[in-house]
């Protein structure tokens, strides 16, 4: 009897997650510029946890409830009310170790929240900080996957794919991929891996040209650097922490 493998699919916007079995996968949210990174550096960094919101009002309310750090963006910048933003260089050991962070951001957190919706039962979150810790669990469970990426406010972008490329290209012999979304996704990783960032500066990608227009090229390389934060950030109890 032939053994049917594991499946992967990669959902390329928050607008396309519908079209996908969330409830029997695993869901990992992909937010490389910045949320997923700054959440795996603030782990990989000694916080407690933090708790993903998907608004300001909710992240002020919490974070007033708890004595937490309240953090987070939109567009690119701190948003207001909050005290701090989405930069993973806010986020040094000596200043989170052992405190809870309460984030939110214009995409990152708002497709975890869908998720979740969509009832989703295992959510990790995965950036090139974190890639290695992301690809081994992912072999390890033994379950169906789901990349998602959190794009920009629905629309497509570079960076996401690029790390769902990554992803596919470490772990694709473990898995059944049917895909066109996967497919895409590895070429653009196979064309672009020698210098992710200047493939982003070639191609003007979206995100780059924002963050860059804010002087912020040094959070962009950072968030491109493989394993450095390399931790498992997992959702459980409405919490995301190191698994």
Not at 45 to 74: F, L
Not at 128 to 143: D, H, P
Not at 201 to 223: M, P, Q, V
Request: proline share 2%.
């Amino acid at each position: 009897m032939k053994l049917t493998k594991l499946t992967l699919h990669t959902s390329l916007s928050p607008a396309l997650l519908h079209l996908y079995n969330v409830s029997n996968s695993i869901v990992v949210i992909i937010d490389v510029l910045r949320a997923t990174s700054t959440i795996a550096t603030v782990l990989h960094n000694g916080a407690k946890c933090i708790i993903p919101v998907d608004s300001v009002a909710e992240c002020i309310r919490i974070g007033k409830q708890i004595e937490g750090i309240t953090a987070g963006e939109r567009d690119g910048q701190v948003a207001e009310g909050l005290s701090y933003g989405n930069s993973p260089f806010e986020y040094p050991p000596e200043f989170v170790k052992g405190k809870t962070l309460v984030l939110t951001t214009t995409n990152g957190t708002k497709l975890l929240h869908m998720a979740l919706d969509k009832g989703a039962k295992k959510i990790i979150t995965g950036s090139f900080g974190n890639l290695t810790a992301v690809c081994n669990y992912l072999i390890e469970q033994k379950r169906d996957v789901i990349l998602g990426c959190a794009a920009w406010k629905d629309r497509v972008n570079i960076e996401d794919t690029l790390f769902a490329g990554a992803v596919i290209n470490r772990i694709k012999d473990h898995f059944e991929i049917n895909c066109d979304g996967s497919q895409i996704a590895e070429t653009m990783y196979l064309d672009a891996k020698d210098d992710l960032f200047e493939f982003l500066k070639n191609k003007d990608a979206s995100h780059y040209h924002r963050l860059t227009n804010f002087g912020l090229e040094k959070d962009i390389r950072y968030c491109l650097t493989e394993d450095a934060a390399n931790v498992l950030c997992v959702y459980e109890g409405g919490k995301l922490i190191v698994g």
